[in-house]
């Protein structure tokens, strides 16, 4: 009952949601999962029921992720999720959870919520900016960032030079204590993870 009452959880949860055992195989996938996997080809389940991307690259990195995720060396105390950037076309960000041993569904051992695929998906980065005391310029670059537009798209867009939007970007990148973009869009998607709420404030003029 317990196990049917998580599933149903689950599925009323924008972000694609999967839930997959030591072997990356795919033991739950929510509804939103389901209609990732139908409506982009850059999600697979490969022929062993693993979950699968596209790119090579974007494959390495997800594997990377997962395998940290998966760490039984990791203390059982340890369950921060852990996130990795991906999409050469379009970004977009996938969490990794791990389950306790005590409570783990259908040998469950990672929970992936994948952000950004989908548009009903995409989490409010700007409850994060807000969270990092962004100014309302910096928290509109930061959701663009976000949103993978190019730095200099953004500068034409707002009528700014590029050499003020590259000063907006290192004072995002002070607050947040970021040394790179993707650093920085890494930790705006863990802020505004559904899993993860922020907490509010900060200075929004």
Do not use: Y
Not at 127 to 156: V, Y
Not at 175 to 199: F, I, T, Y
């Amino acid at each position: 009952m317990r196990n049917d009452d998580f599933e149903t959880a689950l599925d009323r949860l924008n972000p694609p949601i999967l839930l997959l055992d030591s072997r990356r195989r795919i033991r739950f996938q929510n509804a939103a999962a389901t209609a990732l996997f139908r409506t982009d080809d850059r999600f697979r389940v490969d022929h062993a029921g693993r979950l699968k991307l596209s790119g090579s690259h974007d494959d390495a990195r997800l594997r990377r992720t997962l395998a940290v995720a998966l760490n039984e060396t990791a203390p059982e105390s340890k369950a921060d999720s852990m996130s990795c950037v991906l999409g050469e076309t379009g970004r977009f960000v996938v969490h990794a959870v791990p389950i306790r041993r005590g409570g783990r569904l259908h040998g469950s051992r990672v929970l992936v919520a994948i952000c950004g695929a989908m548009p009903e998906a995409c989490p409010s980065v700007q409850g994060a900016a807000l969270a990092l005391g962004l100014t309302r310029t910096e928290c509109a670059l930061a959701e663009a960032l976000a949103r993978g537009e190019p730095l200099a798209d953004f500068a034409e867009r707002h009528g700014m030079k590029i050499g003020t939007a590259r000063w907006h970007l290192k004072n995002i990148e002070s607050k947040a204590g970021a040394h790179r973009a993707e650093q920085l869009v890494a930790l705006l998607h863990d802020l505004a993870s559904p899993l993860c709420p922020p907490q509010m404030g900060g200075d929004t003029r």
